[in-house]
């Protein structure tokens, strides 16, 4: 290598390539002050919406190498339009363990794009329409030399730069498409520095926060804020906090010891001073063991050991959030990867990066043996079948999660099924007054909303022969060894129960614990071990013979699904964000239906309400099949 030259444009991302890795930028003393090969002066930046783009001058019949790892092609340019630098790659890029954002030159350069963003590069297949030598005019049915792909004079890379712009822009993409968000999280970018954190605000992104959050009150949408705990030098509290943290560092920041109040009181401080209106936090990387957390030998301020802290770390951080917004009178919902038993009754969900459909889908059924709240987020499909059963999964957990931290996913995007994904949302939103009371339910009496069917019915098992009934205490040995567990269905409240599809699936075999079950859409009646075949559109649901699905329709009127003979439920209602109904401020809804043979439905609603006037007064009751 002769030369380096550098070039810095705009504010540069507080997470680039080079420093995600060691905290090394490039060495001054290598960069050259000689003329660079390539027409500096012709290197354009652009702002388009939500996007970066950065535009590199390219000649005529260069050849272009680089970009990663590939299976595929070795060079990059022409005919290969649109390379991203992602993990993921897949659909355009083919498969790579080393998104590079790197390329060579055969004219005697490289270009290295010092981002850690997953960036789309354009090797010279996007023609301009104001492009000074643009490619000639040729006609298909007299140039032997017409192609589709027609040669640039420039590569062209993008990636996304989120804003409160584009925050704004995201909001109303969902309103055109007819999609309500409740809650925005704002992943790391929002500070000012992250990995390490300084939970400041990027003044250069979000002018001026608590105006940008009450805007999105004003929208009805929460703001939810993306951290981990590991604290950067450039934070205004690092110095406060450095006598209260470890003896070792994760990503280069500082680890607080949570387990000392003055830690504590130290980062929240802070916190309130600085996200005004701020709704909940999404606590990252709180799990992990001490391949990136901290040795097992690290020593913390509060003498505790450094494998105990590890293991109730996220425990720690939500009890500590969940206390502050309470001291403020106010709830909070929120996400964390890491949880033990101290935090059972608090109000996070975790999440992981994993991605598997199947595993996802047992953590909804596992989570409630241990108390904890399973989010099986959406990030990406493979198709859209698989879109439509990741967002039928999700709907039906403890939080319907796009997580479109890395791909920009939109919901709407296989448009042929726009239409399911929309009606699916649909369903979660008027499931809301049901999913409510379960929740009620299991902060009053610790029944969990969602559970492995195990957990009403001990004697179900997922046997082949379901013609001799369950297993009861009494059956031998044998049989006992022959049933698995059923890990892929879960009871969703007091009457409901899923039975996910996995993409590729039509059918599937479902077991259905004791007694009669309902198909919700049909309301045929089953029992035992069924086949059950659906289509894409919908979710495999049952519902208990004297169930009632409250459904809030979009006019606020309650439909009130009946299901066999006879049944009554009782819902739950407050005002959602304070915690006014400990002092009793709280309405109960007591519906009731039944149906003998010989005369009319009968139905009835009675609403005990203490001192809060509930929305669900109108109900609709629909006695299905
Ligand atoms: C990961 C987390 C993702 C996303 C990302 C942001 O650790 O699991 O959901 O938040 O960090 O850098």
């Given amino acids: ?84 630098c992602d993990h993921y790659a897949g659909r355009d890029t083919g498969r790579t363990h080393a998104p590079v954002p790197f390329y060579v030159s055969d004219a005697g350069y490289g270009v290295f794009v010092d981002t850690a963003e997953v960036a789309s590069f354009y090797m010279g297949g996007t023609v301009r329409t104001d492009a000074l030598n643009p490619p000639p005019e040729l006609n298909r049915g007299r140039d032997d030399n017409w192609s589709c792909n027609q040669r640039a004079e420039f590569v062209e890379v993008s990636h996304i730069r989120a804003d409160e712009r584009a925050a704004r822009d995201e909001l109303a993409a969902f309103e055109r498409h007819g999609l309500k968000i409740d809650v925005l999280g704002l992943e790391p970018g929002w500070q000012s520095g992250s990995y390490p954190c300084t939970f400041e605000w990027d003044r250069a992104r979000f002018a001026d926060p608590a105006q940008f959050v009450r805007d999105m009150a004003g929208q009805g ?36 010891d949570f387990t000392l109040e003055a830690a504590r009181e130290i980062v929240l401080r802070q916190h309130r001073e600085d996200h005004i209106g701020v709704s909940g936090y999404k606590i990252d990387e709180c799990d992990g063991y001490d391949q990136w957390l901290w040795p097992d030998h690290a020593r913390f301020p509060s003498g505790a050991s450094a494998t105990a802290i590890r293991n109730v770390y996220g425990a720690r951080l939500q009890r500590m959030f969940y206390d502050d917004f309470r001291a403020r009178g106010k709830r909070t919902y929120g996400l964390v990867r890491a949880s033990n038993a101290g935090a059972a009754s608090l109000p996070f969900c975790l999440y992981n990066d994993c991605y598997s459909f199947g595993q996802y889908l047992t953590g909804m059924a596992t989570a409630g043996f241990c108390g904890c709240l399973w989010v099986p987020e959406i990030r990406d499909a493979s198709s859209a079948e698989e879109w439509v059963r990741r967002f039928q999964l999700g709907a039906l957990s403890p939080m319907l999660m796009l997580n479109a931290w890395a791909n920009g996913a939109k919901p709407w995007q296989y448009p042929e099924v726009e239409s399911i994904i929309a009606d699916t949302i649909r369903l979660r939103r008027a499931l809301l007054p049901y999913l409510y009371t379960a929740f009620y339910r299991y902060h009053s009496e610790g029944i969990p909303p969602f559970r492995a069917p195990v957990m009403d019915d001990p004697t179900l098992t997922g046997r082949e022969d379901a013609s001799s009934g369950a297993l009861d205490g009494t059956a031998n040995p044998y049989e006992l060894r022959a049933a698995r567990d059923v890990t892929d269905q879960f009871l969703i409240g007091d009457a409901l129960m899923a039975a996910p599809m996995l993409p590729g699936q039509t059918e599937r075999e479902v077991v259905l614990p004791r007694g009669v079950w309902h198909d919700f859409y049909t309301g045929e009646a089953l029992r035992g071990t069924v086949r059950y075949a659906c289509p894409l559109e919908r979710i495999p649901l049952f519902v208990k013979s004297g169930g009632i699905i409250p459904l809030l329709r979009e006019d606020g009127t309650l439909e009130a699904r009946c299901y066999g003979e006879r049944g009554e439920t009782t819902l739950y209602d407050d005002d959602g964000e304070t915690f006014a109904f400990e002092r009793g401020e709280y309405a109960l809804i007591r519906l009731a239906f039944s149906r003998p043979p010989e005369s009319a439905p009968q139905s009835d609603v009675e609403i005990t309400a203490h001192n809060f006037e509930t929305a669900y007064k109108r109900v609709t009751f629909v006695p299905v099949g």
């Fill in 221 to 256: 949408v929460r703001v939810n804020l993306w951290e981990n705990m590991y604290v950067s030098r450039s934070a205004r509290i690092y110095r406060d906090l450095l006598p209260y943290c470890g003896s070792h560092q994760v990503w280069g920041g500082a680890v607080p």
């Fill in 1 to 84: 290598m002769n030369n380096v030259w550098k070039l810095c444009l705009g504010t540069p991302d507080p997470l680039s390539s080079l420093l995600a890795l060691s905290g090394a930028t490039l060495d001054p003393s290598r960069l050259s002050g000689g003329a660079c090969p390539l027409a500096a002066a012709r290197i354009e930046t652009e702002r388009v919406r939500d996007r970066f783009v950065l535009r590199i001058p390219l000649s005529a019949g260069e050849r272009l190498y680089g970009l990663g790892l590939s299976f595929e092609k070795m060079r990059v340019d022409y005919a290969a339009r649109h390379l991203r």
